[in-house]
């Protein structure tokens, strides 16, 4: 199961940005919101219990742009192909539990209901086959323990994450006019050279 914690009002950055119906657009607004995101993710991994940091290695981000508009901004734990390459190995516990890790920390900063374990055979029919015999097992309940990480994490990061964007977005715009100055020259130089060879009688 990939899971991720995803914080809200992400989507109040991009109000700002315009023109996606352009490819440049849509790259100005993917790359300006990824900048803001990553700051949020680099918080979250600051403010994660020392006891689970190891997980905080899978914090990503993700940002969807479809029909000209940004319809998610993403980002926590498993979000991104990057983020779910990450390799971990969870660590048992004293009490023969799995250990937490990328894949079940939302336990840990959530809290879960109460479980049941339900045996290892029977595959998709091991939860009936073990409530038909008895042999269903409480594994109690886990309260939360960093509920409301990430809206924390944004929250405590937003001056800096406006401000990442804003460069960000400028370092963009700069490159990009220097790419259309240099397709300019180029194109003027050609324009040129292909008159003289016409004036000379060479074109």
Same mark, same amino acid.
């Given at each position: %199961?990939?899971?991720?914690?995803?914080?809200?009002?992400?989507? #109040?950055?991009?109000?700002?940005?315009?023109?996606?119906?352009?490819? #440049?657009?849509?790259?100005?607004?993917? /790359?300006?919101?990824?900048?803001?995101?990553?700051? /949020?993710?680099?918080? %979250?991994?600051? #403010?994660? #219990?020392?006891?689970?940091?190891?997980?905080?290695?899978?914090?990503?981000?993700? &940002?969807? /742009?479809?029909?000209?508009? +940004?319809?998610?901004?993403?980002?926590?734990?498993? +979000?991104?192909?990057?983020?779910?390459? &990450?390799?971990?190995?969870?660590?048992?516990?004293?009490?023969?539990? *799995?250990? *937490?890790?990328?894949?079940?920390?939302?336990?840990?900063?959530?809290?879960?209901?109460?479980? +049941?374990?339900?045996? %290892?055979?029977?595959?998709?029919?091991?939860?009936? *086959?073990?409530?038909?015999?008895?042999?269903?097992?409480?594994?109690?309940?886990?309260?939360?323990?960093?509920?409301?990480?990430?809206?924390?994490?944004?929250?405590?990061? @937003?001056?800096?994450?406006?401000?990442? @964007?804003?460069?960000?977005?400028?370092?963009? $715009?700069?490159?990009?006019?220097?790419? *259309?100055?240099?397709?300019?020259?180029?194109?003027?130089?050609?324009?040129? %050279?292909?008159? $003289?060879?016409?004036?000379?009688?060479?074109?």
């Amino acid at each position: %199961m990939r899971v991720a914690v995803v914080t809200s009002g992400v989507e #109040d950055l991009v109000a700002g940005l315009k023109y996606l119906h352009t490819k #440049d657009g849509r790259k100005l607004a993917r /790359i300006t919101l990824q900048a803001g995101l990553n700051v /949020i993710g680099k918080q %979250m991994q600051r #403010d994660l #219990d020392p006891k689970v940091k190891e997980a905080g290695k899978a914090v990503g981000n993700r &940002v969807t /742009i479809y029909r000209n508009k +940004v319809t998610r901004a993403k980002v926590g734990f498993n +979000v991104g192909k990057l983020a779910r390459k &990450v390799p971990f190995r969870r660590k048992r516990t004293s009490r023969g539990g *799995i250990g *937490i890790g990328p894949t079940n920390i939302h336990w840990y900063l959530s809290g879960t209901a109460e479980r +049941v374990r339900y045996g %290892m055979k029977g595959g998709r029919s091991r939860k009936k *086959i073990a409530e038909t015999k008895g042999t269903t097992r409480p594994t109690g309940a886990m309260p939360a323990q960093q509920p409301m990480l990430a809206a924390k994490a944004a929250a405590t990061s @937003m001056a800096e994450v406006r401000a990442v @964007m804003q460069r960000a977005g400028t370092r963009f $715009l700069a490159e990009r006019a220097k790419k *259309i100055e240099k397709k300019l020259k180029a194109s003027a130089e050609s324009a040129g %050279m292909n008159r $003289l060879l016409k004036a000379t009688g060479k074109g």
